[in-house]
């Protein structure tokens, strides 16, 4: 048994408004809002890396959890946007945040659906290793909007960083179940080459994130037996509101209860669940009784739910 003992976020201070993004992309700024939900998104500085952005959120997080870098057993960050091919980021974030040389470290190199997928690697090793900090840190700015950018996919992303502290001994919630999932079928409809040119097949993305996340959640649901109208909270990769909100429509979950920060964030890909994850728990006084679902979609297809319940 494993438990949700904290989040943690980091986002960047410089602010890109749509009307700012509207006239590099010579697009209007209200159809940004009505095809996404975003108003503005985060811009990352030279200062602000991938593992620079990481070990913030992953600070903030173990600060929130009161835990030490020498409770941490071992650190999981999820990127599609590291720098290098290898090593990925891990290692080095765990060294910058303090952690004892030799802690195990994980990459898990996977846009939009990586902090699902690190949860849900957390859960199963939490029993070995204890404390398990897990980061997702984008700087999706960077390939979306290199020259020429299209428009369609160039207005969805922002930068930043979120994290969460996985425990086998306590925490605010219990996880209750996760299922992954993954279609190899749709790999060229979102892909990042290696030359760093960011191609998305919007119609394809959409098509199939509206089917199979709804999929996923009602099956998980089914298999613990709790009705769409007993969960409290979804907190999902925050990919566009519209998207979103179909999801929402579709398991029966009224839109009140989709957490969105996706208007002042934009789409920040693996990093973008942790981030409106912490953004709810600063809002809760209290998690007993109170019943989570998670879900994530994104690139290989990847995607996935898991349930948490409050104690």
């Not at 975003?38 to 030279?46: C, D, H, L, M, V």
């Not at 809760?284 to 019943?291: C, M, Y």
Request: aromatic share 6%.
């Amino acid at each position: 048994m494993a438990f949700l003992q904290a989040f943690g976020a980091y986002l960047p201070d410089h602010i890109v408004t749509n009307d700012e993004l509207a006239a590099r992309l010579h697009c209007d700024a209200q159809w940004i809002f009505t095809a996404s939900g975003i108003r503005e998104r985060r811009q990352s500085g030279a200062d602000e890396s991938v593992v620079e952005m990481a070990v913030r959120a992953g600070a903030a997080c173990l600060e929130r959890a009161k835990l030490g870098v020498g409770d941490v057993g071992a650190v999981i960050v999820a990127s599609g946007t590291a720098a290098k091919r290898f090593p990925g980021p891990t290692a080095e974030v765990a060294i910058k945040l303090g952690c004892a040389s030799g802690v195990a470290a994980l990459d898990v190199p996977m846009a939009s659906a990586g902090a699902l997928y690190g949860l849900a690697l957390a859960d199963a090793f939490a029993s070995r290793y204890g404390n398990i900090l897990v980061i997702a840190s984008e700087r999706m700015t960077d390939v979306a909007w290199r020259e020429p950018a299209d428009p369609n996919t160039a207005i969805l992303f922002g930068d930043g960083a979120g994290a969460c502290v996985i425990s086998n001994a306590s925490g605010l919630a219990r996880i209750v179940d996760h299922a992954l999932h993954s279609d190899g079928a749709f790999t060229s409809d979102l892909r990042l080459e290696h030359d760093g040119t960011l191609a998305m097949e919007g119609r394809s993305v959409i098509l199939q994130a509206s089917r199979k996340i709804p999929a996923a959640l009602s099956a998980l649901l089914q298999r613990n037996s709790w009705p769409a109208s007993a969960v409290d909270v979804l907190l999902m990769h925050q990919a566009n509101q519209n998207l979103m909100n179909r999801v929402a429509q579709s398991v029966g979950f009224p839109q009140e209860r989709v957490h969105s920060v996706i208007e002042k964030t934009g789409n920040t890909s693996s990093a973008s669940m942790f981030i409106a994850a912490s953004a709810w728990f600063d809002q809760q006084s209290s998690l007993t009784g109170k019943r989570l679902a998670f879900a994530a979609f994104g690139a290989g297809f990847h995607w996935g739910a898991m349930l948490a319940e409050g104690i």
